[in-house]
């Protein structure tokens, strides 16, 4: 973990209330696992506020560039719409527990919305390792399907679905989920998940792992106050106990769980 | 060279700041990001006999100018602190751990203070006694709002423990002075304040509270004049010396607590946000000393002038 002073390279409105903002962050990037995440101070905010914390849609450890994809949802996010290129925004991390970015069997990557962010930087490592991972993303509207293109590129097949149809399949991610799961279990291929989303998308995917005997790797998201395991703020239910989302997590094994 | 050293009752700090109880884990946390050498001591979060689950989610809420929390508490047990926690923490860090301490009984402080006493581990430097956590309703009272149940307690611990004993007040009493004499006759060594202050944040649209505990411990910066006068007021009421928190920072914040008769000082919620806040005010601190003519840190002890 560092604590880094970051120039910002690019910050754009993709659309629908989400943004990617970029920036030049090479100790980070040199550290950095797919779905750890970063706990930034946001500049327009009094110097007394909270930081935010931020999953890492990208890092490039030859460049140091670290790209973030949010959605603005509140007072945090809304003020860091206000960066521009050139300013200095200070970042600590990496921090918390990743993705492993080996897979046994077939990686079925699951997002929901802006939960795409980490698993772009996950599908690119698993790449790399000589997997294939196959991406699931829902959104209530084709709006809310998110860098599309990026994972195009990286070439990993993409099933979509929207609750009003307006891209992919009409309905709930998990239904071409489960039409994978059904073909790779009938042509006796294992499989292992990973998810990131709202907590209902979050909950289906981790049953779907425990239910096929299969691994799952369910990132938490609550609200965070250190993001280092310091105050107790980010509790996820677990068979441990309450555990910290922070350090603990954000990557959860799916049989641990509490829901 | 500014003399850093204080002695807080008979702990020996290299440095005259420390962690706020809570926001500092159990001192580990934070390698990386924060200079230890900065620090006189570390004090780690509240730990009691048994493990505590502490209070259901969403346990913070932010509001300008600080924070309010209801952690409640959670921790682990005193024998996994012992076992696991204290000798993690002396693999990796080099200054004294204050422990901090609570129970839902006078035994039950007694018990873990005796435990952690007779454990006889080098860095366990001394025991604070939390008697005014707002979040936990343990025992159907605060000790820290009633004087006689608090000089009970303390006394309890007092017998249970050798190590260096700090007594942490709560702020939302109509006098301190009181729970001051209270703990002095009880024989603690040290006092420290404030804790945090009750308070509360509503949702509006949801008319809801935003925290699931319904309220919680107001922190950081908000809360500083109003810490700054009860370290005021407990100083002139006795000789113990004073570990001041509440709202630090920067190091303006801090020398305001040392001239109003701190000993040493914690930083808290502001390492949240500014993990090098313990630095800026180790270096602003010395500055200032030798700015004012002063040789050591523990000459401005109540060094204000009225």
Known sequence: MVDETCKVLEHEDIGAGYRSLALAAPAICAEAQPGQFVHVKVPALEPSALRRPFSIFNADAASGRLELLYKTVGRGTLALNAVKPGDAVNVMGPLGHGFPTTCAGAPLLVGGGFGVAPLYFLARMLKASGAEPKLFVGGRTKADLLALDRFAELGVEVFTATNDGSAGVQGLVTDPLDDEMIRLKGEGKAFELFACGPDPMLKAVALRATGSGSKGWISMDRHMICGVGACYACIQKTVRGNSRCCIEGPIFRAEDLVW | ?306
Not at chain 2, 203 to 219: F, M, V, Y
Not at chain 2, 286 to 297: N, P
């Open chain 2, 1 to 306: 060279m500014i003399d850093m050293k204080v002695n807080l009752g008979g702990l020996e700090m290299a440095t005259p700041i420390t962690t706020a109880s809570g926001t500092f884990g159990y001192g580990t946390e934070y390698i990386g990001a924060v200079d230890y050498a900065k620090l006189g001591a570390v004090t780690a979060k509240g730990i009691r006999v048994e493990p505590w689950p502490g209070n259901p989610m969403p346990r913070h809420a932010e509001v300008y100018g600080g924070l309010v929390n209801a952690i409640g508490l959670q921790g682990t047990g005193v024998e996994h602190f012992l076992d696991v926690t204290v000798p993690w923490y002396a693999d990796n860090v080099k200054v004294p751990m204050i422990v901090n301490i609570w129970g839902g009984s006078v035994d039950a402080y007694a018990e873990v203070a005796r435990r952690l006493t007779d454990a006889h581990h080098p860095s366990v430097g001394a025991i604070e006694m939390n008697v005014s956590c707002p979040n936990v309703k343990a025992g159907g009272h605060t000790f820290g709002q009633d004087p006689k149940v608090l000089a009970e307690v303390v006394s309890a611990v007092r017998r249970a423990t050798t190590l260096p004993l700090i007594v942490k007040l709560a702020p939302n009493v109509p006098s301190i002075v009181p729970y001051v004499k209270a703990c002095e006759d009880a024989g603690a060594d040290a006092l420290s304040m404030i804790n945090t202050i009750p308070a509360m944040v509503i949702d509006i649209e949801k008319r809801r509270p935003l925290i699931a505990n319904k309220t919680g411990g107001l922190s950081g910066r908000g809360i500083h004049p109003a810490a700054v006068k009860l370290v005021y007021d407990a100083h002139n009421a006795t000789k113990l010396p004073i570990l001041a928190m509440g709202g630090i920072y920067e190091a303006k914040d801090a020398i305001e607590f040392f001239l109003a008769g701190a000993t040493a000082v914690a930083v808290g919620t502001a390492t949240f946000t500014n993990p090098n806040v313990v630095s800026e005010v180790y270096d602003g601190l010395a500055d200032y000393c030798g700015r004012h003519g002063f040789a050591a840190v523990r000459d401005l002890t109540g060094a204000l002038e009225v």
